[in-house]
């Protein structure tokens, strides 16, 4: 199996070359990274000024690293149009970011982005998430993660994305883990406001989360409960009612 990685911490995270190193013992794995941090930049892409490659090292090692001057989904789509347009790979991974992705903040991920895009050329994704990263926790995390792509999507199958996310510590094992519904995640205090030394207005993005309950099982819930989440996503974004009461509404006015 050829596994293309990614993630939206960059290159240099432990998160992503620490799963590439332990991934390798068993797949062939080409990293396509972003050189610098490009969190929350989502589907982002890079149209105004030129893209640049390095390579990390050399063409026969294992995992092969690359790092790209963009963002995720820059990376996915330089790494699937063109680097390995004669070599595609069989799965792509995004992660492991530090730090949550998710219910709705899916949306502004850039590790869940990376990973949707192989779903426009017909591959299998996976976006991996932890609380906060650490050596330790990734040591745990790493054979689960192996056992997951075994189960799922070699011999399962899975031709989908799956967005998993692993609390900051607990056990990694089937039991702990929940396949639940995407979750809403809302926030209050969004914006930060700050005078300077200057005396000038200057503002953070902050917030405080939000989470209510909901009718259903959610990663939002579990995730907050110790567990791992897995969450099936699409690029499609449709409401629960096929047209969304559209239909209905014009219905309406046009016999009105």
Avoid at 148 to 162: D, M, R, T
Wanted: aromatic residues 10%; negative net charge.
């Amino acid at each position: 199996m050829h596994i293309l990685m990614c993630n939206d911490d960059g290159i240099l995270a432990d998160g992503l070359r620490q799963l590439a190193t332990y991934l390798s013992q068993y797949y062939r794995v080409t990293v396509v990274a972003p050189a610098t941090e490009q969190s929350a930049k989502s589907h982002a892409l890079t149209t105004e000024i030129p893209l640049k490659l390095d390579a990390y090292n050399g063409e026969d090692e294992n995992p092969r690293l690359y790092a790209l001057t963009g963002t995720p989904s820059d990376c996915m789509k330089f790494g699937l149009s063109y680097l390995l347009a004669d070599d595609m790979p069989d799965l792509v991974i995004s992660g492991i970011n530090h730090g949550f992705n998710l219910g709705s903040d899916v949306l502004y991920s850039g590790t869940v982005s990376a990973a949707m895009e192989s779903a426009f050329y017909g591959i299998p994704g996976l976006a991996l998430s932890v609380e906060r990263y650490s050596i330790e926790r990734g040591h745990e995390m790493h054979p689960f993660i192996h056992e997951l792509i075994e189960k799922i999507y070699v011999n399962g199958n899975f031709e989908g994305l799956l967005n998993v996310n692993f609390p900051l510590r607990g056990i990694c094992d089937w039991d702990h883990f929940k396949l639940v519904s995407q979750g809403l995640q809302t926030y209050s205090n969004i914006i930060d406001a700050r005078i300077n030394s200057r005396g000038q207005d200057y503002y953070w993005l902050a917030g405080d989360l939000d989470c209510g309950k909901e009718d259903v099982p959610t990663d939002v819930e579990y995730a907050r409960k110790g567990y791992i989440t897995g969450v099936t996503l699409t690029w499609k974004h449709v409401p629960r009612r096929r047209s969304g009461g559209m239909a209905d509404a014009l219905d309406s006015k046009s016999s009105g």
